[in-house]
């Protein structure tokens, strides 16, 4: 069989994205496509594969969803919550830094780099340190308040302030990803667009508004859909930065993910552990699709 | 077109990929190879518990007498996962076909582990129940389900109170005569109490920490003294939220909401807490003497038998204990070795070695009742304790704790009136009694 040039270089180009895939095959698919079949099991973690039980698995989902005080419940609730605080105030603040980054000559490398580094450190240390600056009495934070004569807060300790505490660490650890996406969408932005609304008498906040969102749109969508869909399979920070990684205290900060975690390895239940995560994943589906329908809007100039 | 060609070759990648999918299906692997009958047969165990720094080092000891006598058996000891992540381990371990022959777990969990089928019973010829019965501590019956024996330790331990002898004089009290009463252990706490300008805590008298042990003083020390009992007789329903559990209860708190004695917020809990010199008093096991010694070998400590009230003295008597699991027995060999690594391990010998390095008292009554362990000024006041110990029957011991530990946080952070949220936590683990006893 002779080949073309052309045709080996696609062929060798094919074998080596093949590699990839296996990997994706085997680690992440099929275990995942796995789940759907132990979500319809009553499946022990210990004793492996169990009986089919249908539905039943969904039914005790939706059970424990209405109980008041049930794990699943606030692992919702909080979930929610996550993506409420955390989305709009990373979609907001990753702008402004952009924006002000953008402005920058001297040093901006040095910003950039500042602002990225959290990105790519490790969700646990990023946990631990920031227990550390949150400690009551001897933390960071603790100290500075008491410096500025303001009350010590409980931050993590507190089952009204965890929640907001853990979601700004998730902030501060993805903000750098958005800023970067941003800048490169600000730099895409053609600089006689400015020019000529300079022209025309168009000043600071006009030219944002009329130039530089609607033209950030398509940036915006792409980062909204990925922090929802980032803070909706929250688990790493949540695991270090609450009581014994149980998402409390009280339960306020447990996240849907963790509950997978905790029904399958804690409490054995591994069927219904798989069932969450399909919910999990039809709810990520169902936000996403409803996203880049409503939020995609389409300008003319 | 040349793409015809192309997909086609795609496609068969595809199937490949398939096939090699199809190929990596769950399930154990087998056992280790058959070798050779006529040498000596070499045979590997794998034996697994949490890392606990003092338990490590005594086991490193043991086995490497274990397996001087036994030159065909290698233990391969596996002690690098942490406490809080060391079931989880064990569960993810299982249908990957790896994990532990042997493990060591808190007896607090068989239930759970049976539930599973993950332990095998012990075979009675090497562990015949009349030699249990008469050689070992009466806490171990509690490894007994129906009359079969699955688990047996190596070591009890009973609760104490350990007391900083300097905090103490550096507040006026007395360090050689610590509380021997709830009352006494409440004013000294709170004479001990040291706090800043700002309130912050230089040192905590006492700190109420129902992560740590105290969740156990609660149920079988306090109800008790207080009059009560934790739980029916036959162990099916709680009754720890009784009148007299609800006055452990107050007691319990008045700690933290009114006197203000400590935070278990504060320096990582109140282990760390009395380990870095900033704590009075604790309640804490035997085991904590090997850390001390490791970690903190300057601190000025004594320990006291538990406070005693209405004249009652109560202790929480555990173990950690060794089991077979479901692995170790797949194959008669590796059975066998790991029926000869439990047999040693529970012998006198492993018990005195036990003591001298981590501080839990012998299993094995011959061992613990040496006259010289019970004159020890530091581990007399465990071994005296053993003698009324009461060990609680767990169902599930992490979600019976965590039932607690909620009840606390709801009275101390969400202002919740404390009997409803005693109530709400027996509930919760009625809630768990009752879904295991109808199984």
């Known amino acids: ?301 | 077109m040349k793409t015809p060609r192309l997909m086609w070759i795609l496609g068969c990648l595809t199937v490949a990929l398939l096939g090699l999918v199809a190929c990596v299906a769950p399930g154990m692997p087998d056992a280790a190879e058959p070798m050779a009958e006529a040498e000596p047969e070499m045979v590997e165990i794998e034996y697994w518990q949490y890392n606990f720094e003092a338990r490590v080092l005594a086991m490193d000891r043991l086995i490497e007498m274990f397996e001087a006598e036994n030159p065909n058996i290698k233990v391969v000891h596996n002690s690098d996962v942490p406490y809080a992540e060391y079931r989880d381990k064990i569960a993810a371990s299982v249908p990957a076909g790896v994990g532990p022959d042997v493990a060591t777990l808190f007896y607090g969990w068989q239930t759970v582990w049976l539930d599973a089928d993950y332990l095998v019973p012990l075979p009675e010829d090497a562990f015949p129940t009349a030699m249990i019965d008469d050689e070992f501590s009466p806490l171990v019956q509690a490894s007994f389900v129906d009359g079969t024996l699955y688990t047996i330790p190596t070591a009890v331990r009973a609760l104490a109170m350990f007391y900083n002898k300097d905090l103490m004089a550096n507040a006026g009290l007395d360090p050689e005569s610590p509380p021997t009463t709830l009352d006494e252990l409440a004013s000294q706490a709170a004479a001990c109490t040291v706090r800043a300008d700002n309130g912050d805590y230089e040192v905590q008298g006492f700190v109420v920490d129902l992560a740590a042990q105290d969740h156990h003083w609660f149920r079988e020390v306090l109800v008790r003294q207080f009059g009560g009992e934790p739980f029916s007789a036959d162990g099916q329903s709680v009754t720890w939220n009784s009148e007299a559990g609800q006055q452990a209860w107050d007691y319990l708190l008045k700690f933290k909401t009114e006197l203000e004695t400590g935070d278990r917020d504060l320096f990582d809990g109140s282990t760390q807490a009395f380990l870095a010199g900033r704590a009075c008093f604790h309640i804490d096991g035997s085991f904590r003497l090997g850390t001390i010694a490791n970690n903190a070998p300057d601190l000025n400590f004594g320990v006291v038998e538990l406070p005693s009230h209405n004249g009652v003295q109560s202790t929480f008597g555990s173990y950690w204990t060794h089991g077979i699991t479901q692995k170790g027995a797949s194959d008669p060999a590796r059975l066998d070795a790991a029926v000869k690594f439990l047999q040693f391990v529970t012998s006198d010998e492993a018990g005195s070695i036990w003591v001298d390095m981590v501080g839990e008292l012998p299993a094995r009554l011959n061992a613990g009742s040496d006259p010289e362990l019970l004159a020890d000024p530091k581990l007399g006041a465990f071994a005296a304790g053993l003698a009324y110990a009461q060990a609680t029957f767990f169902v599930n011991e992490s979600d019976q704790r965590q039932a607690l530990i909620d009840a606390y946080d709801m009275v101390v952070l969400g202002g919740e009136d404390p009997n409803a949220a005693l109530d709400i936590a027996a509930e919760t683990v009625q809630d768990i009694l009752d879904a295991h006893y109808s199984q």
Do not use: C
């Open chain 1, 1 to 301: 069989m002779r080949l073309t040039l052309r045709q080996r270089q696609v062929l060798w180009a094919y074998a080596f994205l093949s590699v990839a895939l296996v990997f994706f095959v085997i680690i992440r698919w099929y275990p995942a496509l796995l789940s759907f079949n132990i979500a319809f099991r009553d499946w022990n973690t210990f004793k492996g594969a169990g009986p089919w039980v249908g539905l039943d698995n969904y039914a005790a989902i939706w059970d424990d969803l209405w109980k008041p005080r049930s794990d699943v419940r606030a692992a919702f609730t909080n979930t929610i919550g996550y993506v409420l605080y955390g989305v709009p105030a990373q979609m907001v603040l990753a702008l402004a830094v952009a924006l002000l980054l953008d402005r920058i000559r001297v040093l901006s490398t040095l910003f950039r780099v500042a602002y990225f580094a959290p990105y790519v450190t490790s969700a646990v240390a990023v946990a631990f340190v920031w227990n550390w600056l949150y400690l009551p009495q001897t933390g960071l934070l603790a100290q500075v308040f008491d410096l500025l004569r303001i009350p010590e807060q409980p931050f993590t300790k507190s089952p009204d302030q965890a929640l907001a505490s853990i979601a700004a660490v998730a902030v501060w650890q993805t903000l750098g990803y958005s800023v970067i996406i941003y800048l490169a969408g600000i730099k895409q932005i053609p600089a006689t667009y400015y020019e000529a609304a300079r022209i025309d008498g168009a000043a600071g906040v006009r030219l944002f508004r009329h130039i530089t969102l609607p033209l950030l749109n398509p940036v915006i969508v792409y980062l909204t859909v990925l922090s929802t869909i980032s803070f909706l399979r929250l688990f790493a920070l949540v695991q270090n930065m609450s009581p014994q990684g149980t998402g409390g205290p009280l339960k306020s900060t447990t996240t849907v993910v963790l509950e997978v975690y905790r029904k399958g390895f804690s409490s054995y239940d591994m069927g219904y552990a798989a069932a969450l995560t399909v919910v999990l994943f039809f709810v990520i589906l169902l936000i996403t699709v409803v996203q880049l329908r409503f939020l995609t809007r389409r300008f003319e100039y």
